[in-house]
């Protein structure tokens, strides 16, 4: 993706090209394309290009329209077609950036609402002295800022605020929330930098920062069709069209092949899309993650099945989970600027580079979201939950029936189930089951308040479903790769499950057409019989690699003993050292009920620590941040 960056002055001062070439030398060796900056009166806007796909090439620098509004955009519009025929503007010659000029001079911020794509924009309006930053629905391009009395800073990736200012203060809601595994929506790691939530746009000016929301999953209305058959007609021609925005035959995409049924799925679809455009075109490239030491796993069976079917080979890497060290990352090639890497994260990304991204590609696909949005949690509660609260107890009771004899438990029970379902959906609170018991007092309070805080409001007004459907997003929003930037090299992801028409559409038909008793994926197996391979199709769900590790907590046992030693958030009062060691000994042991928030809380401590090592004597204390 493109990179974003600038600043706008307080009120008085000037912008100046020197300051915004000094936030452009951190991020300037991702860019395919050189440094453009944009200066007006205390407006500083910087663009480094990332030239991968043929609209792309045409946005390359800011755009200013003749009423004064500027524009850094990066991203693709997919309804460009269809904004220009609305504005009267010639499509063929309309560059993305032109388009959404003119789409904010004709609705005003109600624009944003209208853009259909992968994208992140910041527009200066100077006639109200108005900054807007936005995300697309489904935050596929980062944004963050800061704010420092009436001066903005902005930038796609942390790296620019970190250019001038390498120890920033680390904010407490953060780790509270990071540990915890509650979304961290506008959070980042650094006290005083925010980032744009998905699916809204922030203004600044006035005073005021203010947060909109321009698209919801919890706003989208039921819509059905008449049959099962127009329910796969319609789901399958809105994947067709989502893999064709996002793989193009004539750029350079890469596509993750899993052997599950998600990234097949997206593989496949795009074979067919090229093979029927044209006889002999040349199909998408594929790389592959092996783990053999996960044998419930078994993903290389399936990937080949997959590459034999399109007569393809891709290239196959040794990404196995039990190899995590558990160690520090050393700085000497780079700073890690969110938690997540071990000391053996940088030799995997050469790995990578070396295999597969130094041949010239540009973007990945991945197939996160698909088990979400597509029936693959075998779970009925939302169903049953819109019909116990429509009142449609007929089909409630039926549906209950049939959950029931699939689960081989008393129907009491899936009665009941869905009774607690509906009641904790439309409970305001957060829950506090996700916060580790060896969370300090004050991380726990911390976390539970941000919790609180991004629940909707009105609840009574929305549907089960609708509720279910926001939070099932939201999740989603915090598992995306691109949030965690690599050192060596950037790619552009691309979610073809993730598309604004396609999520649209899933998010309103009737849930049993996703999920059907006994029947996991059901839409999604019914409409692409014949383009995924059958066995791929049939494959039971993949396993979280739970056993893999295991192995790598009971291996790395003595090393983390050592380094929760001098723990920095033992040091600051984060978790009590006592009940960390007695479920960290109980997971070595195989006790497997915490395994997620250890891996989380062991995550946390190794970034910390880096951080420490990378600055030296520069600290980076912690101080309790903004929730909000």
């Not at 903005?152 to 200012?165: I, K, R, S």
């Not at 506008?186 to 006290?191: G, R, S």
């Not at 590609?361 to 939302?382: A, C, H, M, Q, W």
């Not at 129907?411 to 189930?417: D, N, S, Y």
Request: glycine share 6%; proline share 4%.
């Amino acid at each position: 993706m493109s990179i974003l960056f600038g600043q706008l002055e307080e009120r008085g001062a000037v912008a100046t090209e020197a300051a915004l070439r000094r936030l452009s030398r951190a991020t300037e060796r991702y860019a395919t394309e050189p440094s453009a900056f944009y200066i007006s009166e205390r407006l500083g806007m910087g663009f480094q290009p990332y030239v991968s796909h043929e609209r792309s090439a045409t946005n390359v620098s800011s755009a200013v329209d003749i009423y004064g509004n500027a524009l850094s955009f990066d991203g693709r519009l997919d309804n460009y077609r269809e904004l220009a025929a609305e504005l009267g503007v010639d499509a063929s010659n309309a560059t993305d950036s032109r388009l959404v000029l003119a789409a904010f001079h004709r609705w005003g911020e109600d624009c944003f609402r209208r853009l259909t794509g992968d994208w992140a924009l910041v527009l200066w309006a100077p006639s109200h002295e108005l900054l807007y930053l936005a995300r697309d629905h489904a935050g596929a391009r980062t944004l963050h800022f800061r704010i420092d009395g009436d001066a903005v800073e902005w930038g796609t990736y942390l790296d620019t605020f970190l250019a001038e200012n390498a120890g920033l203060a680390i904010s407490k809601s953060y780790v509270a929330c990071y540990l915890s595994g509650i979304q961290l929506r506008n959070l980042t790691p650094y006290d005083s930098i925010m980032s744009v939530p998905p699916a809204h746009y922030v203004i600044v000016g006035g005073g005021q920062v203010r947060t909109r929301a321009h698209w919801s999953a919890a706003q989208i209305a039921e819509a059905t069709c008449k049959s099962d058959k127009d329910y796969e007609d319609s789901f399958l021609a809105l994947l067709k069209q989502s893999v064709r925005r996002r793989a193009n035959a004539t750029e350079t995409v890469l596509a993750e092949l899993s052997g599950g049924i998600d990234s097949t799925a997206i593989v496949c679809v795009s074979d067919s899309l090229r093979r029927s455009e044209q006889a002999g075109a040349a199909l998408v490239d594929t790389v592959s993650y092996c783990d053999d030491a996960e044998l419930s796993l078994d993903d290389k069976r399936y990937f080949s099945i997959a590459e034999t079917e399109r007569g393809k080979v891709g290239t196959h890497l040794d990404m196995a989970i039990s190899q995590r060290t558990f160690l520090p990352h050393s700085s000497a090639k780079g700073r890690y600027l969110v938690p997540g890497a071990d000391s053996l994260s940088i030799t995997r990304e050469e790995q990578f580079f070396q295999a597969v991204w130094s041949k010239g590609y540009r973007s990945l696909l991945s197939g996160i979201g698909g088990d979400e949005l597509l029936g693959g949690v075998p779970d009925p509660k939302p169903e049953l939950a819109d019909y116990l609260v429509s009142r449609d107890i007929r089909n409630f009771l039926r549906q209950c029936f049939a959950w029931s004899l699939i689960d081989r438990s008393p129907m009491i029970e899936t009665l009941w189930g869905s009774v607690a379902h509906v009641a904790r959906l439309y409970r305001t609170s957060s829950s506090s089951s996700t916060v580790p018991f060896w969370l300090s007092p004050t991380l726990t309070e911390c976390a539970q308040a941000t919790g609180r805080g991004y629940a909707l409001r009105q609840r009574s007004t929305y549907t089960p479903r609708q509720l279910s459907d926001e939070g099932t997003w939201w999740s989603v929003m915090e598992t995306l790769p691109h949030l965690f930037p690599r050192i060596v090299a950037r790619p552009e992801y691309r979610y073809p499950y993730l598309d604004k028409d396609l999520v649209n559409f899933l998010m309103a038909i009737p849930r049993e057409q996703l999920l059907r008793p006994n029947r996991r994926r059901s839409l999604m197996r019914r409409a692409l019989a014949g383009i995924v391979p059958h066995e791929v199709l049939e494959r039971k769900a993949k396993a979280f690699q739970l056993r893999g590790v295991l192995h790598a907590l009971q291996r790395a046992r003595p090393s983390l003993e050592g380094l929760f030693q001098q723990s920095r958030l033992v040091e600051e009062g984060c978790i009590d050292p006592d009940l960390f060691r007695s479920a960290f000994r109980k997971a070595c042991e195989g006790e497997a009920s915490h395994t997620r928030t250890l891996i989380r809380t062991i995550a946390m401590e190794l970034w910390l620590q880096s951080e420490k090592t990378a600055l030296g004597a520069r600290t980076t204390p912690f101080t309790l941040g903004s929730a909000a």
